[in-house]
Each structure stands twice: as structure tokens, then as C-alpha cells.
């Protein structure tokens, strides 16, 4: 009896390379075996049958060490190519993995400049909220500014003119206030010393045959006594 069994060959990879390697052989195969095990044969009988079968394909199809050597080799081929495969599945789950680790990457480094952007805004909306503050403070204060220089405006308006009465008053007073001392001068001989200090008052009355000289101090001597006093000494001479 004919029979291989390929290592790490499941029966069916070993099915689908027995028909690609030897397709007039499986032709012939499938013909001389039905698809499923008719109801008058039992399992045994099935597989003797299966086996008588095969040995008479193959002795008519006369497959030696070319058949084998032909699935060996497409055997081969399909090991390389699930190798092929597998490298290639793992490059790209490498590459996936890859992808995704950088697309995290991004999404952190993204979520992380939002976070400062954020923090930056909220500073600059303090600093601009700051900025309003002491903004509305400077204009207070320039209204309040303002406001004392209008109120100073007007007041030197109001002390220029009062300086332009005055200087009209001296102008009228002066002179009179001149002539009145001189009048007063002459009548009553009253002479003033003007270089003393404030508390007091010092000067002297010529009188027809004598000068007397007067000093009073304000603090201590009031003025009702000092005005009789000067008075007595001017009424003795007249």
C-alpha cells in the first residue's frame, strides 16, 4: 500500500497540494471515490475502499519519488510563503503599533499645548482684566485731575482779579495813606521806629521843647492803653 504523510501537514493543506501537484491524478481520484460513504458501507469498509482506491490510482498514474519530490517542494513554497507572510503580518503590526504610539504621542503633545494655551489665555485675560483695572483707575484719576485743575483755573482766575483790585486800591490807597500819615505826622509829631520786633512798639513825639521816645510791649499792655498813653503824651505838648 501506497501511503506519506507530510510533517506539519494538516490533511487538508496535504488535500490541496495532492490535487495542485497532480491535478489528472486527483481528477482520477475524485472520480473512483464518491464524495461521502454511501449507507450500505460501514467506516471500515469505507476506508478499505478508499485505500484499494488510491493504491490502483497510483499504480495506473505510476507516481514515485517525482510526486513526492514535487509536493516537497510545493511544500516548501508554501512554508516560505506563510514565513513571508508572517514577517510581513508582523511588520505591519510593528508599523500599527508604531503608528499608534505616535499618534498618542501627538495626541498628548496636542492635549499638552491646549493645556498651556489655555493657561496662557486665562493669564492674558487677567492681565488684560488687570490692565482695564488700572486703566479705569488712570482715568479716574485724571478726571479727578482734572477736575482740581479746572477748580485751580478758576481760582487763579478769581485771585488775578482780585490782584488787579488790589493793584487799583494801591494806586488810590497808597497815596492817600501816604498823605494821611504825613498829615498825621505833622499834627500829632508821632514818630515811628519800624526795625523792632513784632511784640513791640517803639518810637518817640517830638514835642515843642523835648522828645519822648514810648515802648509797649503788646503782649503785655493792651491796646486801649497804648492809644491813651500816645494821646497823653501828644495832648501835653499842644
Not at 479746572?150 to 497815596?175: F, G, H, N, T, Y
Request: proline residues 3%; negative net charge; contains cysteine.
Amino acid at each position: 500500500m501506497f501511503s506519506f504523510r507530510l510533517p506539519f501537514c494538516t490533511s487538508r493543506d496535504q488535500n490541496i497540494l495532492f490535487r495542485n501537484v497532480c491535478p489528472k491524478f486527483s481528477k482520477d481520484f475524485d472520480h473512483r471515490v464518491p464524495d461521502k460513504m454511501d449507507d450500505s458501507l460501514n467506516e471500515p469498509e469505507y476506508i478499505v475502499r478508499l485505500a484499494e482506491e488510491l493504491i490502483t490510482v497510483i499504480d495506473n498514474e505510476k507516481i514515485e519519488n517525482t510526486l513526492l519530490d514535487n509536493i516537497v517542494k510545493e511544500w516548501q513554497k508554501i512554508l516560505e510563503i506563510r514565513e513571508i507572510q508572517k514577517a510581513q503580518t508582523k511588520q505591519v503590526f510593528q508599523e500599527v503599533m508604531q503608528m499608534e504610539s505616535a499618534e498618542e504621542a501627538n495626541y498628548q503633545k496636542s492635549q499638552t499645548a491646549c493645556q498651556h494655551l489655555n493657561q496662557e489665555g486665562q493669564s492674558l485675560e487677567q492681565l488684560v482684566s488687570q490692565q482695564k483695572e488700572g486703566l479705569a483707575n488712570v482715568v479716574s484719576t485724571c478726571e479727578r485731575l482734572q477736575q482740581n485743575l479746572e477748580a485751580c483755573q478758576q481760582e487763579s482766575q478769581k485771585l488775578e482779579l482780585e490782584r488787579q483790585e488790589v493793584e487799583k486800591q494801591k494806586k488810590i490807597s497808597i497815596p492817600k495813606t501816604r498823605h494821611d500819615i504825613t498829615l498825621y505826622k505833622l499834627i500829632t509829631n508821632l514818630h515811628w521806629q519800624l526795625d523792632t520786633p513784632q511784640n513791640e512798639l517803639k518810637g518817640y513825639v517830638c514835642g515843642n521843647t523835648e522828645v519822648k521816645p514810648f515802648t509797649f510791649n503788646k503782649e503785655q499792655v493792651s491796646k486801649f492803653d497804648i492809644v491813651n498813653s500816645l494821646w497823653d503824651m501828644i495832648e501835653e505838648d499842644w
